[in-house]
């Protein structure tokens, strides 16, 4: 569909290549607004309709401490019926820039989980302060927000164990996310760089497939400090490799990183799965 040429069919193989050509040069565009309610988005999901709904799409939604956030449709039915429990319709949702203020992943400098929660992710002190329902991010979402999201399901790596700190994973096993989480090196990247690559166990042993959001361009990939604010370092939920101290990130001029898990300076995106 173009102007000098008008609306005719193509083969398959010219229309994605004129698609990542032009729709996608630079990355994902900015899509329409959301007007629909919560409630009925997730109806609509639940019953696998996503007419009208495009990656990039975004909606709008004010925290109770007055911070505004940009949601963006990141990926559509990525994961259905992957898992052990097998994932139903959904979308996953993460926010145009990050939260405001800094966030440590852990309070000592560790990217080891524990005997209780051998996953880095689950045990840091991240999770929690997204997590928990009383003093964490997810306190301040709206209501009607709330009631919509489910806990994300994922093949999560394992790094413990009791004879002292881990460089690198040593398993896997699925489990819960939980209702806010950040995206694994490979959601974002589409590949490990920093993360356990070659033994497979970041990689999810296939199960973390990059966000469609982020193809493309780097458009999504760069996040501001707050909405609308200057590019910043943003976490990902994933152990670096050959350390015991570091964990990956996503560096503010749009690289693969890593760094401590106790470094000040870095900040979360708000990542949630409607479903």
């Not at 032009?22 to 997730?42: D, H, I, M, N, R």
């Not at 999810?204 to 966000?211: A, I, P, W």
């Not at 990939?221 to 707050?226: E, L, T």
Request: charged share 20%; hydrophobic share 35%; net charge negative.
């Amino acid at each position: 569909d173009t102007d000098a040429e008008g609306t005719r069919r193509v083969e398959f193989d010219a229309a994605a290549e004129f698609f990542k050509n032009t729709f996608l040069s630079g990355g994902v565009p900015y899509g329409k607004e959301l007007t629909e309610s919560w409630a009925a988005l997730q109806a609509r999901i639940q019953a696998g309709n996503f007419k009208g709904m495009r990656i990039g799409d975004y909606k709008p939604i004010t925290l109770t401490t007055g911070e505004k956030v940009v949601m963006e449709v990141a990926g559509i039915d990525q994961y259905h019926r992957c898992g052990d429990i097998e994932i139903g319709h959904h979308i996953d949702f993460i926010s145009r820039d990050c939260l405001a203020g800094t966030k440590v992943f852990n309070d000592t400098n560790t990217n080891n989980g524990t005997e209780a929660e051998p996953n880095p992710w689950r045990a840091s002190k991240l999770f929690q302060t997204l997590n928990d329902e009383a003093t964490g991010v997810y306190a301040t979402l709206p209501g009607d927000l709330k009631a919509c999201i489910i806990d994300k399901r994922a093949l999560l790596e394992s790094r413990y164990s009791a004879a002292g700190a881990l460089e690198s994973s040593i398993g896997w096993a699925w489990n819960n996310m939980g209702k806010l989480w950040v995206p694994a090196e490979p959601e974002v990247f589409g590949n490990t760089f920093w993360s356990d690559g070659d033994a497979g166990w970041t990689g999810g042993g296939g199960c973390n497939l990059q966000y469609p959001i982020f193809y493309g361009g780097a458009k999504h990939i760069i996040k501001g400090a707050g909405n609308g604010g200057g590019r910043c370092t943003w976490w990902e939920a994933t152990a670096s490799r050959q350390s015991s101290t570091y964990v990956c990130f996503v560096h503010s001029n749009g690289d693969a990183g890593g760094g401590w898990a106790t470094n000040g300076y870095i900040y979360a995106p708000l990542c949630f799965r409607i479903g």
